[in-house]
């Protein structure tokens, strides 16, 4: 790691005039997807602001048909949640198939969807629930906030501060998982939804993003019947030393029949 | 530097570090607790593995200055008056290590999975050990002590 100097912002608004102050910093979270990326000397920035113990960006709360999860929240909270649990069970399984135990134990759904790496889990859920990213300038819609590998409609120094789930009538996700590293080859998240049906892909393109072929055969009929047969385009899909493209397009059908199943279509 | 003061197994500690000290290096070099190993250095393997207000967290993927104020316990501080932990006590019973290498951190763990959740099957503990690699005892072992331990813990 190169060097750098800390701060511990005691609020927010702390956060935010240190981020103004320092243009070359970086906001730390959890840091396991950061502090990893600092020791291989991939980023070398000036400052590092941690908004790691702000409560204003932690916890969970479920108001009607929507679930409000804090930027800061660990995926673990967000898998143990019983709110969660109860009003979109889709999505705290989701969250206890990130990384291992220790991992979501540190890590924030803040520091995921602002990193957005291809192989992450949180942008699936953020595009099949139709979510809403708030930030400290403004609300982003996911289908807007994801713009490509590790790529956001974040400007420079702005924070996320919450996620706003709305709640669908069901969902599920599937998600094949590198043996190894636990990040996903591919996942798909399917949600039946208050404005329709929705299939986000993750993990197989250079970031998260929706099937529409599956959205309308579904829309047909909720069914594993109705996409079994859907055949994905390996274009533009990743291609590494996990798997070809040839084989992410193949498990897109796959993990999209078993997410049907799985919320009972 | 910057001082970082935090509680580690019962003490009270403060040293001046470089703002990017690991937490592993604090605890290592700076406190000379050397039960906690390093094993990957990119938080794959759960050498590192200690408790940070009550969560096993991994210690080489953390700045020494975010555990600051914080409760720390490593392996070092499990033992009792000269009595070892019923963790330490089942894997010893049940050979649970080889090499020892990955112990520590599998030990640290394990009580973190049983406290949350003392009633786990044997299910639950191997895919609770996801974070930890062990390269000599094929997992079994540890499994079953990690079961009669949940046993003795008051599961
Ligand atoms: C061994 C291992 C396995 C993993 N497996 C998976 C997996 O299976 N699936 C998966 O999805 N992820 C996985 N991860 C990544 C993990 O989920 C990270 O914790 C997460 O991607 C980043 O969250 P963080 O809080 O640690 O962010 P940090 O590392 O602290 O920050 C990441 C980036 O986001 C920025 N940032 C952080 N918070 C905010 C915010 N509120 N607003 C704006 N910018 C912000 C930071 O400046 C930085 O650029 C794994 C990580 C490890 C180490
Ligand atoms: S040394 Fe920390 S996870 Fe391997
Ligand atoms: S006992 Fe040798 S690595 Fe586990």
């Excluded at chain 1, 979270?29 to 070398?44: D, E, N, Y």
């Excluded at chain 2, 605890?27 to 000379?32: A, P």
Aim: aromatic share 4%.
């Amino acid at each position: 790691m190169y060097a750098f100097n800390y701060h511990k912002p005691k609020s927010l608004a702390d956060a935010q005039a240190l981020v103004a102050k320092f243009p070359d910093g970086k906001i730390l979270a959890g840091g396991h997807t950061l502090i990893p990326t600092l020791k291989q000397r991939l980023a070398q920035p000036t400052d590092l602001i941690d908004i790691g113990g702000l409560a204003e960006l932690k916890g969970i709360t479920v108001s009607g048909s929507t679930v409000s999860i804090g930027a800061g929240t660990k995926h673990g909270e967000v898998a143990d949640s019983a709110d969660v649990k109860k009003a979109i069970p889709a999505l705290a399984a989701l969250a206890a198939l990130i990384g291992d135990r220790q991992v979501r134990n540190k890590g924030t759904m803040g520091g995921s969807l602002a990193n957005n790496d291809p192989a992450a889990d949180y942008p699936g859920a953020i595009l099949g629930l139709g979510a809403t990213v708030h930030t400290t300038k403004r609300a982003i819609k996911a289908d807007d906030f994801l713009k490509g590998m590790f790529e956001t409609a974040l400007d420079e120094g702005e924070i996320i501060t919450k996620v706003e789930f709305p709640v669908p009538k069901r969902a599920a996700y599937e998600k094949f998982r590198n043996p190894a590293s636990r990040y996903v080859m591919v996942g798909a998240f399917v949600a039946e939804t208050a404005s329709g049906i929705r299939v986000a892909i993750t993990g197989a393109g250079p970031t998260a993003y929706r099937w529409a072929d599956a959205e309308k055969a579904l829309g047909a009929k909720f069914a594993v019947a109705s996409v079994e047969k859907l055949v994905h385009t390996s274009n533009g899909l990743n291609a590494d030393i996990h798997a070809s493209a040839e084989y992410r397009a193949h498990l897109i059908t796959v993990m999209t029949k078993r997410a049907v199943a799985g919320a009972g279509g | 530097m910057a001082t970082v003061s935090m509680t580690v197994n019962g003490n009270k500690v403060s040293r001046d570090v470089e703002p990017r000290t690991l937490l592993v290096q604090y605890i290592r070099e700076h406190l000379e607790l050397t039960g906690t190993h390093v094993g990957c250095d990119t938080s794959q393997c759960g050498a590192c593995v200690v408790h940070v207000d009550g969560q096993s967290v991994k210690s080489c993927t953390i700045l020494a200055a975010q555990a600051e104020g914080s409760q720390v316990t490593t392996i070092e501080g499990l033992a009792k008056d000269g009595k070892l932990h019923p963790m330490q006590e089942a894997f010893r019973e049940h050979h649970a290590l080889q090499c020892g290498f990955c112990t520590p951190g599998m030990i640290m763990s394990a009580i973190d999975l049983v406290e949350k959740n003392p009633k786990l099957t044997e299910e639950d503990i191997r895919h609770g050990l996801e974070g930890n690699l062990c390269r000599c005892t094929g997992y079994h072992n540890i499994v079953k002590a990690i079961a009669a331990a949940a046993k003795t813990m008051g599961g």
